[in-house]
T-cell receptor
């Protein structure tokens, strides 16, 4: 059974608008949450993370929101750029360990000029 | 600083054979994790090594094994290959498992 779900396999957004990628998890013991971006033929690249003691973390155009009661994580990209087109994975861990991440299946974001 | 490197990048094997994949972590990183990515299952954790010791293991059969050397380089081995083992195998390294992992480009394995 999937512990981390990204229910939208794909998302298309116009350049300059906001992209919102969502992720749901099942286990309240998860305490660290990450987003990775992946281009074809490359490994995932770390984007941004948040610990369970926070509900928001920003880094430039990227903001991650955590709603612990809903077990829901989202990534906002503002403004979206064509270079943001990639597959985005959310990942979770527990016990402070990032050595064995549990990943969602990914959302393919397409940003159209 | 050089990133995580994986060799080979592409590999074709036939059912029943075995394969060894190699990963060189970023200099100074002692934790190495392996993941399998397939279209159906997504990215799944295989195992993690730290200072030559396996620290965590995912839910994969015993045909999948790994090891880490004193210089932190790691290898994973898959014996008696099955068609379903066709996947992208990704290696990630970090200073220790409390810190962000950085991924290599992966080895794409095709089993015929």
């Amino acid at each position: 059974d999937q512990q981390v779900k990204q229910n939208s396999p794909s998302l298309s957004v116009q350049e300059g608008r906001i992209s919102i990628l969502n992720c749901d998890y099942t286990n309240s013991m998860f305490d660290y949450f990450l987003w990775y971006k992946k281009y074809p033929a490359e490994g995932p690249t770390f984007l941004i993370s948040i610990s369970s003691i926070k509900d928001k973390n920003e880094d430039g155009r990227f903001t991650v929101f955590l709603n612990k009661s809903a077990k829901h994580l989202s990534l906002h990209i503002v403004p979206s750029q064509p270079g943001d087109s990639a597959v985005y994975f959310c990942a979770v861990s527990y016990g402070g360990s990032q050595g064995n991440l549990i990943f969602g299946k990914g959302t393919k974001l397409s940003v159209k000029p | 600083k050089a990133g995580v490197t994986q060799t080979p990048r592409y590999l074709i094997k036939t059912r029943g054979q075995q394969v060894t994949l190699s990963c060189s972590p970023i200099s100074g990183h002692r934790s190495v994790s392996w993941y399998q990515q397939t279209p159906g299952q997504g990215l799944q954790f295989l195992f993690e090594y730290f200072s030559e010791t396996q620290r965590n293991k995912g839910n994969f059969p015993g045909r999948f094994s790994g090891r880490q050397f004193s210089n932190s380089r790691s290898e994973m081995n898959v014996s008696t290959l099955e068609l379903g083992d066709s996947a992208l195998y990704l290696c990630a390294s970090s200073r220790d498992n409390q810190e962000t992992q950085y991924f290599g480009p992966g080895t794409r394995l095709l089993v015929l």
